[in-house]
């Protein structure tokens, strides 16, 4: 079985450009989490998708974080502009939606210049 | 809120040496406990779980114990590997709710040498 799958692995961009993530969680999981891990934290909740309806974004910095999960499975997460304080690792994960079966994707480290 | 406090690292072990690293958390509910594990250029992993009190957790020599009383749940291992070096991450989700969200300590680095 596949795990979740992100992309791009790796993304260095100049400050105030917009920048999008990718994430295709495990088949049948309907729980969808975005994460943002700063350097020496641990992770950080940003948004939590039931299906395609986001149930939990109070931690999202709306003002340039957006986010989307089209018919309940792949989401895209996107920062635009982004600014040099985003620089972090930005994990995806699913579950079947007990809570405790999560699984996590490997991440996109960005970087901000 | 709810917050995970975990032993400030880095820690260097010589290989086959016992290793332990303390968490302690405070929840407005009744949690649940988890150690993560991350390795160079991986995602989290999920190492051990425990659900109630007193339960322990187990996996790959590893174990820890869910202490209500102490509001602890210390990693342990008795003979570490190299390639046991990584990030471990203590854990919680506050089962009190329906918000599945976990929340993390900010990680211990283990490095273990030959």
């Known amino acids: 079985e596949a795990g979740v799958v992100q992309s791009p692995r790796y993304k260095i961009i100049e400050k105030k450009q917009p920048v999008a993530f990718w994430c295709n969680p495990i088949s049948g999981h309907n729980t969808l989490y975005w994460y943002r891990q700063n350097l020496g934290q641990g992770p950080e909740l940003l948004i939590r998708y039931e299906n395609e309806e986001a149930v939990d974004d109070s931690q999202l910095p709306k003002d340039r974080f957006s986010a989307e999960r089209l018919k309940g499975v792949d989401s895209t997460l996107k920062i635009q502009p982004a600014e040099l304080g985003d620089s972090a690792v930005y994990l995806c994960?699913?579950?079947?939606?007990?809570?405790?079966?999560?699984?996590f994707g490997s991440g996109t480290r960005l970087t901000v210049v | 809120g709810d917050s995970v406090t975990q032993m400030e690292g880095p820690v260097t072990l010589s290989e086959e040496a016992f290793l332990t690293i303390n968490c302690t958390y405070t929840a407005t509910g009744y949690p649940s406990l988890f150690w993560y594990v991350q390795y160079p250029g991986e995602g989290l992993q999920l190492l051990l779980k425990?659900?109630?009190?007193?339960d322990k957790g187990s996996n790959k020599g590893f174990e820890a114990t869910y202490r209500k009383e102490t509001t602890s749940f210390h990693l342990e291992k008795g003979s570490v590997q190299v390639s046991d070096s990584a990030v471990y991450f203590c854990a919680l989700v506050d089962s009190g709710g329906s918000n599945y969200k976990l929340t993390f300590g900010k990680g211990t680095l283990l490095t273990v040498n030959p």
């Open positions: 994960a699913s579950s079947s939606g007990t809570g405790y079966g999560y699984t």
């Open positions: 425990a659900t109630k009190a007193d």
